[in-house]
């Protein structure tokens, strides 16, 4: 598949489809995951779960359902713990939203790490590097970089957190974020485990607002928020196209051919994020002392 047109739905529906919104026991979803969250930590033989909160949904549901699955075990392990990490840079725009969040998931911890001067350092080392550079990319290009470079030091914090207190890094990643790539490739798309995986984005919402979130949390408009001059901007003005189009399709609705044509140009686009890296294959078979 290496064009839009030879790309047919069905290719990325195999692993991307959702079930329909349409009669889902939101009650058993939320059983589900959370004993999924505790199957999970139980086998890897931790008692913490370690998640980054930003203010928008799918920290919040996610964040819940890691309190709700960190209460269940607390009875068999009362060390067991759902931490809440804080990473703005500097200071959030809508810093309101994640302590709203913080309020309602409630952790049993709660962590703040500034970013900024981190990922600072790293930009100026970086550019500093390159000052002999004469082309270098414009300072949009540039700050969108920028926010990948605060989207994988925050990872970096949440692991080190996680491996300081025997814990799991919780990801945030539906199959709407997962069929177009709408993440920081080992930034937040690196995680330990996936609450959220085969809901789509209103399912999220949904489920937030099963979860008791109000309207206000559930329904407030998503942003990855990482770049500087376009502080808030919307992951559907970002994509092209709307997460209620994205579902329909995940949720195998008819959508308009141009709305289709722009997830198959962005599924392609971002396929190297959803794939392992690409290996050589040597002519040796690791038996040979004499091609080593």
């Not at 989207?151 to 890094?169: F, K, P």
């Not at 959803?274 to 002519?283: C, E, F, I, K």
Request: charged share 25%; with cysteine; glycine share 10%.
């Amino acid at each position: 598949m290496n064009d839009n047109s030879t790309l047919a739905a069905d290719d990325m529906l195999r692993e991307w489809a959702v079930q329909p919104t349409e009669g889902r026991d939101w009650d058993a979803e939320i059983t589900s995951r959370v004993r999924f969250l505790q199957q999970t930590l139980i086998s890897a033989g931790r008692n913490r779960l370690v998640l980054g909160i930003s203010g928008g949904v799918d920290s919040l549901v996610a964040g819940k359902l890691c309190q709700l699955a960190i209460d269940g075990l607390k009875t068999r392990d009362p060390g067991a713990a759902f931490i809440a990490v804080r990473l703005p840079y500097g200071v959030q725009a809508d810093e309101g939203d994640a302590q709203a969040s913080i309020a309602f998931i409630g952790p049993d911890r709660t962590d703040l790490v500034d970013i900024e001067p981190a990922v600072n350092a790293i930009h100026t080392a970086v550019m500093g590097a390159a000052s002999s550079n004469h082309d270098l990319p414009d300072e949009a290009r540039l700050d969108f970089e920028r926010g990948n470079v605060k989207a994988r030091v925050r990872m970096t914090v949440q692991y080190e957190i996680a491996a300081l207190n025997n814990g799991l890094v919780v990801g945030t990643d539906h199959n709407a974020e997962g069929i177009t790539g709408f993440y920081t490739k080992w930034g937040d798309g690196a995680c330990d485990l996936l609450p959220l995986r085969g809901l789509n984005k209103r399912q999220v919402r949904l489920l937030g607002k099963a979860l008791g979130a109000g309207p206000e949390l559930h329904e407030k408009p998503a942003t990855a928020d990482l770049e500087d001059l376009r502080p808030l901007r919307s992951d559907e003005e970002a994509l092209g196209v709307t997460y209620d189009v994205i579902d329909d399709f995940l949720e195998g609705k008819a959508i308009a051919d141009a709305d289709l044509r722009r997830i198959k140009a962005q599924y392609l686009k971002t396929q190297h994020k959803r794939s392992d890296p690409p290996a050589a294959m040597g002519p040796f078979t690791g038996q040979d002392s004499q091609t080593r």
